[in-house]
């Protein structure tokens, strides 16, 4: 029987999936379920809690056809790093660049119950892992570094994928004038601290330079407020996660610098 597939953003469950120990009937049917799911929706493999069941159960698809099934599966030892992109059936149309174990080992149990063991490497074993993922009650989201997270939880709340090449980047053109600014606000600190040494005269100059720079702040981060905008709305992932902290980038700068130039004028200003 086909059975309803459980998707984001129910969660497959908030407990660990509970071994089998009794091979009946319902354990079979729970697994020819599980087959029929799978061909029903043109996957590669599905676990019992993908389908609302408890049992520690997983159905893989060959490429020949046939099935593996793999009772209360254990991962026994992991070998290298792979990453590739992945996708799941609890969130549809959506993937995500996951870092996993290329080779593993793993013990299991057939429905005779009988104690077996299986290698597997590349693809299947990204495959099998992922599905164990599950009988813990977890999905990929969890093994996301914190740049592919950030970037998957922006395509959860759109509920697409979101190509490569609309993606949010994590540089953008307007970091460099920020760090103009904060360059400028450095030198005009080591401004206010040099006044404490030199004589009038030069503190005079020293003035006249505090003052022009702080024009040239206040002209980039005007140029900063308006371009980080606009490109910020290039990319429909940014949206909400980046755009909202132009306003507090902007308002943090301007705070900074009136702080150096109320300290400059009682410090440098020789008037």
């Not at 799941?88 to 077996?116: C, E, W």
């Amino acid at each position: 029987m086909v059975r309803e597939i459980i998707t984001y953003p129910t969660p497959p469950s908030n407990e660990y999936a509970t071994d089998v120990r009794v091979f009946n009937e319902n354990i079979f049917s729970l697994i020819d379920d599980l087959k029929d799911t799978i061909e029903a929706n043109n996957l590669e493999g599905l676990t019992a809690f993908q389908i609302g069941s408890y049992y520690n159960v997983v159905v893989i698809k060959n490429e020949d056809g046939t099935f593996l099934e793999l009772i209360n599966p254990r991962l026994l030892a992991t070998e290298g790093k792979i990453t590739t992109l992945e996708s799941t059936a609890y969130f549809p149309g959506m993937s995500a660049n996951v870092t996993r174990h290329d080779k593993i080992s793993i013990v299991y149990q057939d429905r005779n119950a009988q104690n077996l063991s299986l290698k597997a490497e590349g693809k299947r074993s990204v495959l099998i892992q992922r599905k164990i993922d599950y009988t813990f009650g977890s999905t990929f989201l969890h093994k996301l570094s914190k740049e592919e997270k950030k970037l998957f939880e922006a395509k959860l709340e759109f509920g697409s994928d979101i190509s490569i090449s609309e993606s949010c980047p994590t540089t953008f053109f307007r970091d460099k004038i920020l760090t103009a600014i904060n360059y400028i606000m450095f030198a005009m600190l080591l401004v206010v601290v040099g006044s404490f040494f030199v004589e009038e005269q030069i503190e005079a100059k020293l003035w006249e330079y505090q003052l022009y720079a702080s024009y040239g702040v206040l002209a980039l981060s005007t140029v900063y407020f308006f371009y980080a905008q606009y490109e910020g709305k290039q990319y429909s992932s940014c949206s909400s996660c980046q755009i909202g902290n132009i306003f507090g980038t902007a308002a943090i700068v301007l705070i900074k610098l009136t702080l150096l130039m109320l300290v400059s004028y009682f410090f440098v200003n020789p008037a």
